[in-house]
């Protein structure tokens, strides 16, 4: 039977469109893989997402249409080359590991996220794509307006929804003059997490011209400030903040100008209302935000002395179970978090040489939009570089891997016309 390649051309494309969607559905299969001497808690845990079994069936068609035409790109082989040594080096890890089921785990995770991406640059459409990555953003920005006004979450194990109750300690909360009030998660993991997708999604908003009715624009601006603002996030508030500053500073100002100015004064509106929310996050005052600090300066120590003692590596995804090791189990797994640093926490997992190779995936994706006039493309990277900057979870955690992916995917898309008047220098 003959293959129709331009229908499966075109599922392959919507379906990517709407991966994102499915990407916040959080719905999972926890594997109950035991070994010896190991505890599974949130950084060690095995389980099979929705999302993955979408990227599989996409996998799958993707290897049908690919006739190798699309690699002649130099710098894109780079990248693929960087990937695979990344792959190689997680692989690698088996022989010094202490817990082969979640090596196995992480480096399927690396290969799949790697995988996604290459689906990205070769089939999909950077409009559609950066659509569907924004209605997703909004549905996960409501979801968390309702958490916080609610000031509680409604757990769900089909919907992938987790229950957080502001009482118990250890959810993320605001400390103000009133009492703790409950940051929205979202449907995702942290609002950290929940912060960052937000950010991303407001400056994919204002770079690209996705709907034709601007107050349909506007609008979607408003939702997703209001989430960002609620999610508590700081270094996602620094990522927005950065990336727009770089498409005000491009020569078409005007046309970012808009949203732009909706998200400053929806952020001052709701500054106004929920100063307090704020004031002790910024200003790093506090009981919470003093344990924050100090906990993250334990966290850089620690990392920094894991480089040190093993430049190699601890294993692909196990460093959360090396420091319980070194110490003996002697706290709540849920006290030994990764270090809030993703190229410390790569280093520390897959030594300096996989390290590096992680390293080129981000490199190699700014040496191409380096060609390209100063304007989206760099604000979409220099907002998730901020994000793994100032935190971990575009590497340890599964959504954050595969956000990770569409982003750099969508980077690495060839823009369908290129204004060479003003390049990066």
Request: a positive charge; one cysteine or more; charged letters at 15%.
């Amino acid at each position: 039977m003959k293959i129709n390649t331009e229908q499966l051309r075109l599922f392959l494309t919507k379906g990517l469109a709407i991966f994102p969607l499915l990407l916040i559905w959080q719905t999972k299969l926890i594997i109950d893989w035991a070994w010896p001497g190991i505890i599974r808690w949130e950084f060690n845990s095995l389980a099979l997402y929705l999302s993955d079994i979408g990227l599989i069936i996409l996998l799958i068609i993707g290897f049908i249409l690919f006739h190798g035409s699309e690699t002649k790109d130099k710098k894109r082989l780079w990248f693929y080359v960087a990937g695979l040594a990344v792959v190689f080096v997680s692989t690698f890890g088996i022989y010094t590991s202490f817990d082969k089921p979640l090596l196995v785990f992480n480096t399927l995770r690396i290969f799949g996220a790697l995988s996604l991406t290459w689906l990205v640059i070769n089939f999909a459409d950077r409009k559609t794509l950066a659509q569907g990555f924004v209605i997703a953003a909004v549905i996960c920005a409501l979801i968390g307006w309702i958490q916080f006004a609610s000031q509680t979450t409604v757990a769900n194990k089909w919907l992938g929804l987790a229950e957080h109750q502001v009482s118990v300690p250890g959810v993320a909360v605001f400390i103000t003059e009133q009492g703790r009030l409950l940051r929205a998660y979202g449907p995702l993991d942290h609002p950290n997490i929940l912060g960052g997708l937000l950010a991303l999604a407001l400056i994919i908003l204002a770079g690209y011209r996705l709907f034709k009715n601007y107050w349909l624009t506007f609008s979607l601006a408003i939702l997703l400030t209001t989430g960002l603002f609620f999610s508590g996030s700081r270094s996602a508030l620094l990522a927005t903040g950065l990336g727009l500053v770089i498409l005000l500073l491009n020569k078409n100002r005007k046309k970012y100008l808009g949203v732009a100015t909706v998200v400053l004064l929806t952020g001052l509106s709701l500054s106004l209302v929920f100063g307090n929310l704020w004031s002790p996050r910024l200003s790093a005052t506090g009981r919470l935000e003093n344990n924050s600090i100090n906990e993250r300066q334990t966290q850089f120590s620690q990392a920094l002395q894991t480089i040190q003692t093993h430049p190699l590596g601890v294993s692909s995804g196990q460093y959360t179970e090396w420091l319980a090791k070194q110490d003996n189990n002697a706290k709540e797994p849920s006290a030994y978090q990764p270090v809030h640093n993703i190229w410390l926490l790569t280093i520390a997992e897959l030594g300096w040489l996989g390290g590096l190779a992680y390293l080129g995936l981000w490199l190699i994706p700014l040496l191409i939009i380096g060609r390209r006039p100063l304007g989206i493309d760099l604000a979409l990277w220099l907002a998730i570089f901020i994000l793994g900057c100032f935190d971990h979870w575009l590497y340890s955690n599964h959504f954050g891997l595969l956000l990770w992916a569409l982003i750099i995917g969508l980077l690495l898309i060839e823009p369908p016309k290129m204004d060479k008047t003003l390049k990066i220098r």
